[in-house]
DNA sequence: TTGAAAGCGCTAACAG
DNA sequence: CTGTTAGCGCTTTCAA
């Protein structure tokens, strides 16, 4: 193959081809062409056919901006987030992605930490490009971006981060999972079982451990920390250090929680799984799959409610009425070798 | 706040507002408005300030497609990747977003797994977007994109994956990094240094191990494995299982190896960084800073890569002409504790 | 200094 | 069945 260095110097060098080329070659008019590419108006299959062919033969694709002003949208939707790390948004983009692709409809991803002023920025450049709607997502789902989405004009849907009253808003259902690992602990036959999570402030943690108690049944103990190796280390030594009863089963707020305690385990001679089942929660790849033993965890499912996102947010913008209020994505348990029990894989 | 329910149900209530209203309010005509708001023509200064406080009072913003039309230009650039996981990519696009968000432009995000038809789609429906320019990027440098970027008619830049001939591409120095790991090493006084890192089939461990090699003067011994801590466990076990001298450091080929490695050691009651320094390669956070100690490593500045891509492809865009080729950008030595030595923080 | 008019590339009425 | 016309919201000659 080669390449002219004009190409790759500089860009663009053959010119785009409009409809009015198409019209040209297949000798008929704009407005004929139009209707024959979109499958609209009404005209014999031979022209149809002709037009197509012209345009496929001359590489024809039309201008989005063009068709966007009068259609008066954009085929495109924005992803806002404040996770730089992109640990929750970057499965959640996937989900929407995929599920808009088809459509052509594209996704900006605008990161904006926590300021303001960014966030700003961000939005006004979506909304002067006419995004057909805007998916505002965070790393924690009781705390707000940092920027007002209400009366823009164009639809929202909250994914994953605190919305507004009377939006429209996914998250995934905290207590369902939490329940799901507490049974899957019971299935096994542990009884001693002990939740270890993160810090009380967030949200999530007490929907956890508030579904974990009704679980266990009264005789639960939670231990809140933070959420980290270190702290999952830490609960390990406090539980191990008083007399009595040992648990049997340790239900992790997070998987790098989960990681920390099967690290502490292992350091203290305890097996897991054979004596002590450990659970995660997160199903954070990279941390699960190289913890020895692997975690069996839960996932939250964030592809799915990314998905589900882009759906409602394009219903949205289509006119469509779609019921307000927060809706909960279930979780599902991913087993590997950390409690014991059915091994998938 | 109060919420119309309207608002929230289903979208759009206040009508954009245009140009045309801004000039109404303003007591001019639309092309005077225009020029006004573009600080471009001449008039007044009086009118120009009655014009711009008109469109501040209306809220105006002027429609991203109406304008892209005119100037052939959408504010909008396509990061491609194939990298789903996004331990590459989202440092990269954090840094071209950063680059590009003060110039109005915004980005479109599109992972294409390694699937050919996926990644035509996404191209294609950038290219009806008009975007400015694409950059290309992956998760290594020594394999293409599953899709064919040349001649596309608008600038395309290269990072962090392999481009064809005369492309403007954008790596980091991994022999750079390597040197600066080795000198490190040396700098701390150590002499037995041991090279722990990928599979042989990626260009960068070939890389990383030939400046590795140099730095060491001929004394070196590299192991080849995966880019697991895995692997990281099982080199130290044969690096301890035979006789004679034991390293004094181990270079890692990445931070998921380093882990393993450190761990490893800590099992066998070495002492980390007291007889054995370590330090990893990439500076992933998450696993850096888990590991116990942390790791020192080299950081390959991917944000820096993107804001640089994000740069150049704008100038391609804007018909200024970029010298082809590769352009090696350096890599940064991070320090924890994992080597002893200096410790910032 | 200002405004009227043309037109970016496309779609949608309405005629023919 | 097909083409002519108008116009999306904006910028940009060009004339007044």
């Not at 959640?92 to 992605?97: E, F, N, R």
Request: hydrophobic share 40%.
């Amino acid at each position: 193959m080669v390449f002219s260095r004009e190409t790759q110097l500089s860009g663009p060098t053959t010119k785009r081809v409009r409809i009015y080329d198409v019209a040209q070659a297949a000798g008929v008019s704009v407005a004929t062409a139009s209707k024959a590419l979109n499958d609209t108006g009404r005209m014999t299959e031979e022209t149809r056919s002709r037009v197509k062919e012209a345009a496929s033969n001359l590489g024809f694709r039309p201008n989005a901006m063009a068709r966007g002003l009068i259609q008066r949208r954009s085929f495109t939707v924005g992803l806002l987030t404040n996770d730089t790390y992109g640990r929750f948004t970057l499965p959640l983009m996937a989900g929407v992605s995929e599920e808009l692709v088809d459509q052509g409809v594209s996704v900006f991803l605008c990161t904006i930490e926590d300021d303001p002023a960014l966030a700003k920025i961000h939005v006004d450049a979506m909304l002067d490009k006419q995004v057909d709607g805007i998916i505002a997502s965070g790393k924690r789902i009781d705390r707000q971006l940092p920027v007002d989405l209400t009366n823009l004009n164009v639809p929202v849907v909250y994914a994953f981060t605190q919305a507004p009253a009377e939006a429209v808003s996914l998250v995934s259902d905290d207590a369902g999972g939490s329940r799901e690992a507490v049974e899957w602990l019971k299935t096994l036959g542990r009884r001693r079982i002990v939740h270890v999570t993160g810090p009380k402030s967030f949200a999530s943690v007490e929907e956890r451990a508030g579904a974990y108690r009704t679980s266990v049944g009264g005789s639960g103990s939670v231990l809140f920390g933070t959420w980290s190796e270190q702290w999952g280390h830490e609960a390990v030594s406090q539980l191990w250090s008083v007399g009595g009863d040992k648990p049997d089963a340790i239900f992790c707020g997070n998987d790098q929680i989960a990681r920390g305690v099967v690290d502490a385990l292992r350091e203290r001679d305890v097996s897991v799984p054979d004596e002590v089942s450990v659970i995660g929660f997160d199903n954070w790849e990279i941390v699960a799959a190289a913890t020895r033993p692997p975690l069996t965890t839960i996932d939250m499912n964030l592809k799915a409610l990314g998905r589900e996102a882009g759906r409602l947010v394009l219903a949205l913008a289509a006119g469509e009425t779609v019921e307000p209020g927060i809706r909960k994505l279930p979780c599902q348990l991913v087993i590997r070798q950390s409690c014991g029990g059915v091994l998938r894989n």
